[in-house]
């Protein structure tokens, strides 16, 4: 996520955002960008109140956010950035189930049996 200087006009910020995203496209794989729109933030940073918010979902190699955070760093326009790893869904069994699965006798195999001929 980062946040773009509210005072320039939107077509500059949506340059900034490019320059972002082709940054992150030659590291890794852009999954999802998510723009916000200008927005009032919770607090002034240096003196503006309001900022365009983008949010990228993306995937690369653990080196290659390190010079992402360097580019974010060194741009002017881009107010504040924050790179952070999602949670993965972890699936809870509870031990009840997990036991039950493993001392469960295995069903016993179906025997093939000649036919059944019966007179009529």
Known sequence: MFIVDGTMPEEEATAVATTVQSFISSKGT???ADPWGRRRMAYPINKKQDGYYWV???ECEPGEVDALKQQLRVNENVIRWMVTRPEHKKTVVPVETVIAQETAPEPAPVA????????V
Do not use: D, N, Y
């Open 112 to 119: 093939e049996s000649a036919p059944v001929v019966v007179p």
């Open 30 to 32: 852009i999954l999802k």
């Open 56 to 58: 990228i979902a993306f």
